[in-house]
C-alpha cells in the first residue's frame, strides 16, 4: 500500500542524502521526494511517497525517527491529508485538437503555459490521481515531454471542539 | 560556573575538547592532513596517543578499547586513504554497536570536491555504516561538533560517529568555549520503558510455565549485568545469550544454557524452540540465532526489550516490546514480582537436554583440537581473562568452551564476522585492562589480515597472549564447503602457503611458542604466561578437518540441528 511520509529534518548539510541513503540501504523503495524549506528556516520537510506492507512501513517510519537529522516523522496516510502534486506536460498539437487540448487542461483546471507552433505546455496541480488522469487522456495525442514534482502534503487542520468555531471549520 | 572564553586554533580546541571528554587514549596515524593536530598533540600529555601500523587496526583498536573498558573508542587519522583504511573497523563497530568517534583529516574547505590529493568523501563514504557523522565546516562548529559526536556515540544504542576535519578548520582560530550542554531536537533516546509493558512482562513471567531469557550484547552495554543476574537467579529462570551477550551472565552457573543460535548449544536451542515465554533482552533476532525466523521460538510468547526501536519487529514480530535501557527495564520488572517464580518442570525438562547432547569432542586420539586449546586457556586463566577473537571456527568454539563469567570478559566481531579484528583489538583492550591477562585467539587466515599490528604491540610491551590456531585452512569456509558446495575446497587451503607463524612473530620481535600436541598444552601456557614484559604468541597446530557442531544450517530451523560427527565416539 502506498504511503505518504512527512518529515520534519533539521536543515543541514547532507541531512536529505542521510534519508537517501537510508532508504537504499535498507532496500525500502520510494515513489517521490520532495523536500523544501518550512516556516522554521533551520528545518526542512520532506515528504516522502513509498509502498510496502505494514510491517515495512513501520520500520521505514521507525528507521527515519532513528535519523539524528530527524526531528518529526509522520506517516499522513493515517490521517486526513492533503496532497499535492504538480506537473508539467508538453503536448503535440495538430489543426483541430488545439481546442481539445485546452478543453482537458480546463476540465483538470490546469494552465497553458506555454505555446508554440507544434506544442502546448500545460500545467496542473493536484493530487497524484488527478495527475495521472490527465497524462492517461494527453498521453492520446502525444506527449513530447513532461516533468513531475514530488508529492508534498499537510496533514489537515484538526477539527478542535468548539461550538463557536465549528461552522468554519467544517468548511474545510 | 562559566569559563572564560580563550582564542585557539583549531587544532587547540580539539584536543580542549578531548580533554574534556576525559579520553585518555586515542589510536592513530598521522598524514598530511592532520599534521597540524599531530604538530599539536606533541605537547599533550593529558592522553596517549597509540600509533598502529594500519588505519583498519586504529578502529578495531578503538573497538576493542570500548568493548573492554565501556568508554567510548577514539581514532584519529588523515585524509584520504587513511581515512577509507577505517572503513572496515567503522562497518564493524555499528554492526555490534560500539561507542567510537574517529576523526579523519580533510583536505581544505576549497579544495573539497576537487579531487584534491588524498581527498575522500569520507562522509559519504560512511554514512550507511555511522550512528552519524559530520564534516565540519567552521572553527566556531569544532567543540560543539565534538561535544555531540562523544554523545551520540555513547548514548541510546551506542555507536560510531565520524567527525571529519578540513586542514583549514584545524588551521584557523576562534574563541574557545565548550558548551556544557547541547541540545539535539532528533536525537533523544528513550531509556525508561513503559510502566504498564513493565507490569505485562512481570504478568506474564507470573503466568508462564517455560519461559527462557534471551540475552543480547545490549545488557552488558547498558551495564545491567547485576539487574539481570538479580531477576534470573530470584526466579530460576533459563538464560541462553548470543554470541555478543556471553559473559553478561556466569557460563559457570547451572541457569546458564550456553550460546544459542546457529552454533549454539543443543539445550539453548531446544529450549527456544519449546519455551512458552521468550525474553529477549539487548538482542536484535540476527539471523545467526534465529535461523529461519518463523519457527524461531514458533510458540512462545515473545517480550523484547530494547533501547532502539527499529530492532523491535524487525525480524521477529513479538508480542510485548518495551522501549528503554534494558539495565532499568530489569530492575523494574523484577521489583513487579513479589515473590520468587520456580518452574521446576521445566528444569526437568531443560535438564534433560543438557544431558542429552552436551558440548563434546574427540579427545582421545591423542590430536590437538581447537576445544581443548580453549578448555585449556580456562583452566589456565579461571576465566579471569578478557578473550578477544577473530571470526571462524576458533571463534564458535571459543564461544562453545571458554565458560565466560563476567561482562566484557569475550570481545569479537559479531555482526559484520571482520577477519583480522582481533590482532588490532586484543591491542586496544590491552590498553583498557591492566588487572587480566589479555589473550587474543586466531585463526591462520584472519591472523595475516592485520599482522602488521604485532609491531604495535611489541612497541607498547603490552603483554597480550597471541594464539594461532593454525589448522591451515580457512576452517568455517571449509566446513561449509564440505556440508554445502559439495566438498569442493576451493581456495580455502592454506598449507602450502602459511608462513612460519613463530619464525614471523619472532621477526616483529615476540617470544613465540609452538604446540603440537595436548600433552605440551599446559607447560606451553605455564611458560607463556610468565612472560608479562611484552606480547607472546603460541601456534597451536590443531585437526584440519574437525567441524564445529552443534549446527543449524543457514535459514533453517532447530529440527534440522546438525548434533554431532565425531569420528569414533559416535
Known sequence: ??????????????????????????????????????????????????????????????????????????????????????????????????SEITNICNIFRGNIVDINNKTLT??????????????????????????????????????????????????? | MKKAKRFMTGAEIFFECLRYEKVKHIFG??????????????????LEHILVRHEQGATHAAE???????????????????????????????????????????????????????????????????????????????????????????TGRPGPVLVDLPKDVINSSCDFEYPEEIDLKGYKPVYFGHQNQIKKAAEMLKKAKKPLLYVGGGVIMSGGTNELAILAKENNLPVTMTLQGLGSFSGIEDQSLGMLGMHGTYCANMAVNNCDLLIALGARFDDRVTGNPDTFAKDAYKIHVDIDPTAIDKNVTVDLPIVGDVKHVLAEIASELSEPLKYDEWWDQINSWKDECPLLYEDNDGRLRTEFVIESLFNKTKGNAVIVSDVGQHQMWTAQYFNFTNPRSFITSGGLGT????????????????????????????????????????????????????????????????????????????????????????????????????????????????INNGPVLIECRVVQEDMVFPMIPPGASVESMIVKRLNSKQ
Do not use: C
Open chain 1, 1 to 98: 500500500m502506498k504511503h505518504i511520509i512527512s518529515v520534519l529534518l533539521e536543515n543541514r548539510f547532507g541531512a536529505f542524502n542521510r534519508v537517501a541513503t537510508m532508504f537504499s540501504g535498507k532496500g525500502f523503495n520510494i515513489q517521490s521526494i520532495s523536500i523544501g524549506e518550512t516556516e522554521m528556516p533551520e528545518t526542512s520537510r520532506m515528504t516522502l511517497v513509498t509502498s510496502g506492507d505494514d510491517k515495512i512501513i513501520e520500520q521505514v517510519v521507525k528507521q527515519l525517527n532513528r535519523l539524528i537529522d530527524t526531528i518529526k516523522v509522520v506517516d499522513l496516510t493515517q490521517s486526513s491529508n492533503i496532497i499535492r502534486e504538480m506537473a508539467l506536460i508538453t503536448v503535440f498539437y495538430q489543426k483541430g485538437t488545439r
Open chain 2, 29 to 46: 596515524y598521522p598524514g598530511g592532513a592532520v599534521l597540524k593536530l599531530y604538530e599539536q598533540l606533541y605537547d599533550v600529555d593529558f
Open chain 2, 419 to 530: 577477519m583480522g579484528f582481533s590482532v588490532p583489538a586484543s591491542i586496544g583492550a590491552s590498553f583498557g585492562v591492566k588487572d587480566k591477562p589479555v589473550i587474543s585467539i586466531n585463526g591462520d587466515g584472519g591472523f595475516q589480515m592485520n599482522i602488521q599490528e604485532l609491531v604495535t604491540a611489541v612497541a607498547y610491551k603490552l603483554p597480550i597472549k597471541f594464539v594461532v590456531i593454525n589448522n591451515s585452512f580457512l576452517g568455517m569456509v571449509r566446513q561449509w564447503q564440505e556440508l554445502f558446495h559439495l566438498e569442493k575446497y576451493s581456495f580455502t587451503d592454506l598449507s602450502a602457503s602459511n608462513p612460519d607463524f613463530v619464525k614471523v612473530a619472532e621477526a616483529f620481535g615476540l617470544k613465540a611458542f609452538l604446540v603440537e600436541s595436548p600433552k605440551e598444552m599446559k607447560s606451553t601456557l605455564d611458560k607463556a604466561f610468565e
Open chain 1, 122 to 172: 500545460l500545467e496542473i496541480t493536484g493530487p497524484p490521481d488527478k495527475i495521472d488522469a490527465a497524462v492517461n487522456v494527453l498521453m492520446g495525442y502525444g506527449i513530447k515531454e513532461m516533468a513531475r514534482s514530488g508529492a508534498v502534503a499537510l496533514k489537515r487542520g484538526e477539527q478542535i471542539k468548539d461550538q463557536r468555531k465549528e461552522t468554519t471549520f467544517t468548511q474545510l
Open chain 2, 64 to 154: 576493542g578499547y570500548a568493548k573492554a573498558t565501556g568508554k567510548v573508542g577514539v581514532v584519529l587519522v588523515t585524509s584520504g586513504p587513511g581515512a577509507t583504511n577505517t572503513v572496515t573497523g567503522i562497518a564493524d563497530a555499528y554492526m555490534d554497536s560500539v561507542p567510537l568517534v574517529v576523526f579523519t583529516g580533510q583536505v581544505a574547505s576549497h579544495l573539497i570536491g576537487n579531487d584534491a590529493f588524498q581527498e575522500a568523501d569520507i562522509v559519504g563514504i560512511t554514512r550507511p555504516i555511522t550512528k552519524h557523522n559530520f564534516l565540519v565546516r567552521d572553527v566556531k562548529e569544532l567543540a560543539i561538533t565534538i561535544k555531540q559526536a562523544f554523545y551520540i556515540a555513547s
